[in-house]
Protein backbone atom coordinates (compact mmCIF):
# COMPACT_ATOMS: atom_id res chain seq x y z
CA UNK A 1 0.00 0.00 0.00
CA UNK A 2 1.45 3.56 -0.97
CA UNK A 3 1.23 6.25 1.42
CA UNK A 4 0.92 9.48 -0.25
CA UNK A 5 0.23 12.62 1.18
CA UNK A 6 -2.60 14.47 -0.67
CA UNK A 7 -1.16 18.57 -1.19
CA UNK A 8 -3.92 20.74 -0.96
CA UNK A 9 -1.14 23.40 -2.46
CA UNK A 10 -0.09 21.57 -5.15
CA UNK A 11 -3.95 21.21 -6.12
CA UNK A 12 -4.32 25.05 -6.15
CA UNK A 13 -1.53 25.63 -8.05
CA UNK A 14 -2.32 23.53 -10.83
CA UNK A 15 -6.38 25.02 -10.78
CA UNK A 16 -4.27 28.51 -10.47
CA UNK A 17 -2.22 28.27 -14.03
CA UNK A 18 -4.73 26.05 -15.37
CA UNK A 19 -7.20 28.87 -15.09
CA UNK A 20 -4.87 31.60 -15.55
CA UNK A 21 -4.90 32.72 -18.95
CA UNK A 22 -9.12 32.56 -18.76
CA UNK A 23 -8.97 34.74 -15.76
CA UNK A 24 -6.48 37.09 -17.47
CA UNK A 25 -8.60 37.24 -20.66
CA UNK A 26 -12.02 38.00 -18.56
CA UNK A 27 -9.60 41.10 -17.01
CA UNK A 28 -8.64 42.35 -20.04
CA UNK A 29 -12.21 42.39 -21.53
CA UNK A 30 -13.63 44.07 -18.56
CA UNK A 31 -11.31 46.64 -19.41
CA UNK A 32 -12.30 46.81 -23.01
CA UNK A 33 -15.52 46.89 -21.89
CA UNK A 34 -14.88 50.14 -19.46
CA UNK A 35 -13.09 51.84 -22.17
CA UNK A 36 -16.14 51.28 -24.71
CA UNK A 37 -18.43 52.36 -22.48
CA UNK A 38 -16.34 55.46 -21.25
CA UNK A 39 -16.68 56.52 -25.05
CA UNK A 40 -20.03 55.72 -25.38
CA UNK A 41 -20.72 58.26 -22.55
CA UNK A 42 -18.49 60.51 -24.32
CA UNK A 43 -20.24 60.37 -27.44
CA UNK A 44 -23.36 61.13 -25.53
CA UNK A 45 -21.78 64.24 -23.98
CA UNK A 46 -20.86 65.59 -27.85
CA UNK A 47 -24.48 64.91 -28.79
CA UNK A 48 -25.86 66.50 -25.82
CA UNK A 49 -23.57 69.74 -26.46
CA UNK A 50 -24.46 69.76 -29.89
CA UNK A 51 -28.04 69.96 -28.89
CA UNK A 52 -28.05 72.42 -26.57
CA UNK A 53 -25.86 74.33 -28.68
CA UNK A 54 -28.06 74.63 -31.27
CA UNK A 55 -31.49 75.19 -29.24
CA UNK A 56 -29.26 78.28 -27.92
CA UNK A 57 -28.74 79.14 -31.32
CA UNK A 58 -32.26 78.61 -32.84
CA UNK A 59 -32.97 80.94 -29.90
CA UNK A 60 -30.70 83.61 -30.75
CA UNK A 61 -30.32 83.47 -34.44
CA UNK A 62 -32.09 86.66 -36.12
CA UNK A 63 -32.62 85.45 -39.80
CA UNK A 64 -32.84 82.00 -40.99
CA UNK A 65 -29.43 82.04 -43.35
CA UNK A 66 -27.37 82.90 -39.65
CA UNK A 67 -29.57 80.03 -38.07
CA UNK A 68 -28.21 77.45 -41.35
CA UNK A 69 -24.80 79.05 -40.68
CA UNK A 70 -24.35 78.39 -37.61
CA UNK A 71 -26.14 74.73 -37.53
CA UNK A 72 -23.40 73.97 -40.26
CA UNK A 73 -20.55 74.80 -37.75
CA UNK A 74 -22.21 72.98 -34.90
CA UNK A 75 -22.31 69.89 -37.61
CA UNK A 76 -18.73 69.93 -38.41
CA UNK A 77 -17.77 69.81 -34.60
CA UNK A 78 -20.34 67.21 -34.10
CA UNK A 79 -18.96 65.36 -37.28
CA UNK A 80 -14.91 65.49 -36.35
CA UNK A 81 -15.29 64.53 -32.41
CA UNK A 82 -17.35 61.60 -33.62
CA UNK A 83 -14.61 60.53 -36.47
CA UNK A 84 -11.84 60.89 -33.06
CA UNK A 85 -14.52 58.77 -31.53
CA UNK A 86 -14.24 55.97 -33.96
CA UNK A 87 -10.80 56.30 -34.42
CA UNK A 88 -10.80 55.83 -30.38
CA UNK A 89 -13.54 52.95 -31.14
CA UNK A 90 -10.97 50.87 -33.96
CA UNK A 91 -8.00 51.23 -31.81
CA UNK A 92 -9.64 49.41 -28.38
CA UNK A 93 -10.91 46.79 -31.21
CA UNK A 94 -7.25 46.94 -32.32
CA UNK A 95 -5.68 46.03 -28.84
CA UNK A 96 -8.73 43.85 -27.72
CA UNK A 97 -8.10 41.56 -30.43
CA UNK A 98 -4.11 41.59 -30.51
CA UNK A 99 -4.70 40.91 -26.52
CA UNK A 100 -6.95 37.86 -27.23
CA UNK A 101 -4.65 36.29 -29.33
CA UNK A 102 -1.19 36.86 -27.31
CA UNK A 103 -3.84 35.35 -24.27
CA UNK A 104 -4.99 31.96 -26.98
CA UNK A 105 -1.19 31.81 -27.56
CA UNK A 106 -0.08 31.78 -23.65
CA UNK A 107 -2.91 29.12 -23.38
CA UNK A 108 -2.43 26.90 -25.75
CA UNK A 109 1.39 27.21 -25.45
CA UNK A 110 1.54 25.86 -21.98
CA UNK A 111 -0.53 22.62 -22.33
CA UNK A 112 2.11 21.61 -25.19
CA UNK A 113 4.97 22.43 -23.52
CA UNK A 114 3.78 20.29 -20.75
CA UNK A 115 3.21 17.77 -23.31
CA UNK A 116 6.45 17.70 -24.60
CA UNK A 117 7.64 17.35 -21.46
CA UNK A 118 6.33 14.83 -20.61
CA UNK A 119 7.10 12.78 -23.87
Known amino acids: MTNQNFDVNTVFETYR ?5 FLRAQQEGLKAF ?3 AREQFAIAGDYLEMSLDA ?14 VVQRKLGAELSGKIQKHAERF ?4 TESQKTVSELFGEA ?12
Open 90 to 93: AAIA
Open 17 to 21: SAYAP
Open 108 to 119: VAKPAAAKRKAA
Open 34 to 36: ERL
Open 55 to 68: SKAAMDAKTSEELV
